[in-house]
C-alpha cells in the first residue's frame, strides 16, 4: 500500500467521510534511558520524583478507583496559576470508552469518581491558569495504593498533554496500526521495539509481542509503515526501547485507524 493512498485514506477519515473509523495519535518520550534486560517504556519516567517503574503497569481488568495529584500547589483549581482541571480519556470493565474531568487540588490527592478503570488512554489539562502548563508533574495512579508503584499515567511539569503512547482497544472496536515512527537523539543505540498484547489480531493477555523494531543512534527512523496491523479489543498497544549505553534519549509516535464493529 503506498503511503500516498494512507495519507489520503486518513486525511478522508478525519474529515468524517469515512462512518465509524476515527484516528488516534499517541506520542511518547524518554530521557536517561538505562540498560534494561526487560527494556524500558517510552515514557518519562526519570523526570519524576521519585521516579516512575520503567515498565509501566495497568488497572486491573476487574476495575479500579483512582487518584491524581500533581508536585506543585500551583496546580489548584481554585487559585492556581498551572493546571485547573485535567481530563481523563479511560475505558471501563465492559470496555467502554469514558471521559472524567478531575478538578485539582494541588498537592492534595483527588480521586476519580469512576471505581471501574481499567485503562488510561489519554491523560491531558483541560483547563490551565495564567502560566499556560501545569507546574508540576500531575500522576494518576490507583487509589489506596503506594506512588509511584501503579503509576498509570503522567502529565510533565512544562506541559499540558500526557506523553505516554500506550493505548487499549475499546470493545466494539478493532485498532488498526497505521504507521509508526521513533528517533534517538543521545548518540545511544537503542533498540525502539512496538509491541502488543495480541498475535495476528488475537488478545494475549499480559504477553507483549513484538510488531515494528526500530534500531536507532541519534538518528531518526523516518515513517514506518504497518500495514493496519489488527489490534482487538482490550489489547494494549506500547513503545520499549532496549539500550546499550546509559542515558539515551528519544521520543515516539503511533497513529491508529480505530474502527468500530459493523463498518
Given amino acids: ?44 519516567f526519570a523526570d519524576l520524583s521519585p521516579e516512575g517503574p520503567a515498565l509501566m503497569p495497568s488497572p486491573s481488568l476487574a476495575g479500579e478507583q483512582l487518584t491524581v495529584v500533581s508536585s506543585s500547589n500551583a ?48 491523560f491531558y489539562v483541560l483547563t490551565v491558569g495564567s502560566n499556560g502548563v501545569a507546574e508540576g508533574n500531575i500522576v494518576i495512579y ?34 488498526y496500526i497505521s504507521h509508526w515512527h521513533a528517533a534517538e537523539v543521545q ?28 534500531p536507532l543512534r541519534a538518528n531518526p527512523s523516518g515513517t514506518i509503515e504497518m500495514d493496519y496491523e489488527p489490534i482487538p479489543p482490550f489489547a494494549i498497544v506500547k513503545v520499549s526501547h532496549w539500550d546499550d549505553a546509559p542515558a539515551a534519549e528519544g521520543g515516539v509516535q503511533i497513529t491508529f485507524v480505530v474502527v468500530e464493529d459493523g463498518y
Fill in 75 to 122: 496546580d489548584n483549581g481554585a487559585t492556581a496559576t498551572g493546571a485547573l482541571t485535567i481530563k481523563i480519556h479511560y475505558l471501563d470493565v465492559a470496555g467502554d470508552e469514558q471521559t472524567e474531568i478531575v478538578t485539582m487540588n494541588g498537592t492534595t490527592n483527588v480521586d476519580t469518581v469512576a471505581t471501574d478503570i481499567i485503562f488510561v488512554n489519554d
Fill in 1 to 44: 500500500m503506498s503511503r500516498q493512498f494512507s495519507r489520503n485514506f486518513i486525511l478522508e477519515i478525519q474529515k468524517g467521510n469515512i462512518p465509524g473509523h476515527r484516528i488516534w495519535t499517541s506520542l511518547g518520550e524518554f530521557e536517561n534511558g538505562t540498560i534494561a534486560t526487560r527494556g524500558e517504556d517510552c515514557y518519562r
Fill in 142 to 175: 490507583k487509589k489506596g495504593s503506594t506512588y509511584p508503584d501503579t503509576l498509570y499515567n503522567v502529565v510533565i511539569m512544562g506541559g499540558n498533554e500526557s506523553l505516554v503512547p500506550s493505548r487499549m482497544c475499546p470493545a466494539g472496536h478493532t485498532m
Fill in 187 to 214: 548518540v545511544r543505540r537503542s533498540f525502539f521495539r512496538l509491541r502488543s498484547t495480541s498475535k495476528e489480531g488475537v488478545l494475549t493477555p499480559g504477553v507483549f509481542l513484538f510488531k515494528g523494531v526500530a
